[in-house]
């Protein structure tokens, strides 16, 4: 049984790890040298949309991975359904660090499936019918800044993972 735990930790925080370093590669690596480098401008539409939606899909099925990995880690600590259901386990410091969690991965949920199907899609179709026009501009930064709020979510949520291991230090 201790080899299934290990291997549901293992898969959870190397599903963790493809997560943050796709979106950092995107944030910080593809999105600036798309918008800074010249030659890439005419690349600029179709290399973001492509290379979105084959990420886009991935980190689903990642985000997928990492709730049912995430449950299965409860389990083997022995915190199945009856213990969820009671306050008790919620008052207690372990409880409370895993609400806050369990939040912060639903803004995260909520806030990709705005960003992946509405958000970004619509910021592609504009990209590539009227580039110039100002609305094209406002939905590719409201793009941009949910990608990167996304990624500061994440951050606070592997914060949130080392105290549930590890204890919160106060
Ligand atoms: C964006 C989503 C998530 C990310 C990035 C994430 C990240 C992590 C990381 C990096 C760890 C290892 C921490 C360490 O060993 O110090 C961890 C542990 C853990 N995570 Fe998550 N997690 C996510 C979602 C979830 C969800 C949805 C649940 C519960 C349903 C969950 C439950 C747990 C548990 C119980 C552990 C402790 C594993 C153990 O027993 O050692 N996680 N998480």
Not at 53 to 59: G, K, Q, S, T
Not at 83 to 98: D, H, I, N, P, Y
Not at 145 to 151: G, K, Y
Request: glycine share 6%.
């Amino acid at each position: 049984m201790h080899w299934l735990y290990t291997f549901s930790v293992w898969l959870h925080i190397i599903a963790a790890c493809v997560l943050i370093g796709g979106m950092i590669f995107l944030v910080s690596i593809l999105v600036p040298l798309l918008i800074r480098d010249p030659d890439l401008q005419p690349l600029r539409a179709p290399v973001m949309h492509k290379i979105g939606v084959r990420f886009r899909n991935e980190a689903w099925a990642i985000l997928f991975i990492l709730i049912a990995t995430g449950f299965a880690n409860l389990l083997f600590r022995g915190i199945g359904a009856r213990t969820m259901a009671s306050m008790e386990f919620w008052s207690t410091s372990f409880g409370r660090v895993l609400a806050i969690k369990l939040v912060l991965v639903g803004i995260i949920l909520v806030m990709r499936a705005t960003h992946d199907f509405l958000i970004g899609p619509r910021a592609t179709h504009l990209g590539q019918t009227d580039p110039d026009n100002p609305l094209t501009i406002r939905y590719r930064n409201l793009a941009r800044n949910m990608a990167r709020f996304d990624l500061l979510l994440t951050f606070a949520v592997v914060v949130l993972a080392v105290w549930l291991v590890r204890g919160v230090p106060w």
